[in-house]
């Protein structure tokens, strides 16, 4: 074994303690106990090390959130340097500190002029639960306190806590917990599978005008906000028809509802530009924002408000009785402007942009364009998923395209790279850094297991 590092203990140890103690995200934890969760020990650049010593190309980012890759010493020196200066203090009670004044002057910089500020918070499940509440502060200062329910769609992902999953559409998440009053769900913007004989042009714009029905069943003056993702991303990494965002842009202001961008995956470079909204070319009024803000090395997220929303909440508000121990922790703003400023001054998003970006998707073209298995290849930027088909003229799925999607994942693992599987498509989120070469190999092992996946599904 040659490892850059010394393993503390055993494989097996460290497992047999995790399960006597360890609950896990999203999984049968009874099967998982007996299978032994494999133990990530080391991270460079866009490389993990496994306990046994086997190296992964990690082509997720970690979970959609390490812009930078791992082991980035500008990042730690950071937090060292801010952990010594002043390790904690709050927002309470009239304080502020260096470290998130910076980390805002310069977010506000990276960002459209139409934003003003932002309610920090440490993940973005609570961005999403913040949203809800500053949404609706928003219509009482206006005087229209029963202007409160939040559209969200089918599907959609926005976190794990109770009102995030209520926003999100993942329907065994409602099942395990319940939902909250004032919410409502429409349809996703999947065409490839829910798109029948229509057009995505006119899917896309079918789609979008649910979201007028059924602010019109609600009635308008109820209506606070229509929250999405700008492309799904744990719901498969969807990507809208071009369509949808002009139409949803329209009805939201026709309507008077706001609308609220999920932009903690597509936030900080993913798709080439600083925030998914943009490639998509719709102004969202809130953006919800985490994971790419620290690169994920500490936790934080954020509620980003346009000036409208903002003018309201300060000029016009009073207080707002809302705040965390931790929003706007001074250790991980100061991660987060050292990230900020690496993404920036490296100029990482525009090479994501201009040359990665483009040379990924034109190297998933080539491989993949006319795979027996893939039937649509999505994405830009270092974002993009392939979809398993069982007969791609009719865009007929596979029963049981879960488990050939996790077998894939299976496959990937073996061939030492990480993808996600989500129903039938296979996703790839690579360090914004990745090199044409890492490229190169991420899409050599991802062939390597789409290939073993169409053997066993008959179509190799
Ligand atoms: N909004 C979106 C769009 C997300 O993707 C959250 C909110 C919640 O963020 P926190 O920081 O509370 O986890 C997320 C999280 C996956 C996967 O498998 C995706 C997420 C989390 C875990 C797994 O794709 N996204």
């Not at 996703?427 to 297991?449: C, G, Y």
Request: charged share 20%; glycine share 10%.
């Amino acid at each position: 074994m040659n490892l850059p590092f010394e393993p503390q203990r055993q494989t097996q140890d460290y497992q047999a303690s995790d399960a006597a103690h360890h609950i896990h995200a999203f999984v049968d934890q009874k099967a998982l106990n007996a299978e032994g969760p494999r133990v990530m020990v080391r991270g460079e650049g866009l490389y993990l090390w496994d306990s046994e010593g086997k190296r992964y190309l990690d082509g997720m980012s970690g979970l959609w959130c390490t812009q930078l890759g791992y082991g980035r010493k500008d990042l730690t020196a950071a937090a060292a340097a801010q952990m010594d200066q002043l390790a904690y203090y709050n927002m309470f009670f009239h304080t502020t500190h260096p470290a998130v004044i910076e980390l805002s002057e310069l977010l506000f910089s990276l960002l459209p002029g139409h934003y003003s500020h932002v309610i920090y918070t440490n993940s973005g499940s609570e961005a999403n639960e913040v949203l809800i509440r500053t949404v609706r502060r928003y219509w009482q200062v206006f005087g229209q306190p029963q202007k409160k329910v939040m559209i969200g769609r089918w599907n959609g992902y926005h976190g794990s806590t109770l009102a995030a999953s209520a926003l999100g559409g993942m329907k065994f998440m409602h099942e395990m917990g319940g939902l909250i009053p004032d919410v409502a769900h429409i349809d996703e913007p999947y065409w490839y599978a829910q798109g029948g004989e229509l057009t995505p042009a006119e899917f896309g714009r079918r789609c979008a005008l649910q979201l007028e029905e059924k602010i019109l069943e609600l009635g308008a003056q109820n209506v606070a906000g229509f929250i999405a993702e700008p492309f799904q991303g744990a719901g498969g990494m969807i990507f809208p028809p071009q369509s949808y965002w002009p139409e949803i842009q329209r009805i939201c202001r026709q309507y008077d509802v706001l609308l609220c961008a999920d932009e903690v995956i597509g936030g900080f470079g993913r798709t080439g530009e600083w925030f998914a909204h943009q490639h998509f070319g719709f102004e969202p009024d809130t953006l919800s924002i985490a994971k790419g803000l620290t690169s994920g090395y500490l936790p934080m997220g954020g509620l980003v408000l346009s000036k409208r929303m903002a003018e309201a909440l300060v000029e016009r508000g009073g207080v707002f009785a809302h705040g965390l121990t931790y929003s706007g922790h001074p250790v991980a703003a100061a991660v987060a402007l050292a990230n900020l400023k690496a993404l920036r001054d490296e100029g990482i998003v525009r090479q994501v942009k201009d040359d990665t970006g483009p040379y990924l998707h034109k190297l998933l073209h080539d491989v993949f364009g006319s795979h027996p298995l893939i039937g649509e290849i999505q994405g830009t930027g270092l974002l993009a998923a392939l979809q398993f088909a069982e007969d791609k003229d009719t865009r007929k799925r596979f029963a049981n395209e879960n488990d050939l999607a996790w077998q894939c994942r299976t496959f990937g693992f073996e061939a030492g790279v990480i993808i996600r599987s989500t129903l039938g498509r296979m996703i790839m989120a690579p360090a914004l850094v990745a090199s044409r070469a890492e490229l190169d190999e991420l899409v050599d092992k991802t062939r390597i297991a789409v290939d073993r996946t169409a053997r066993i599904a008959g179509k190799l």
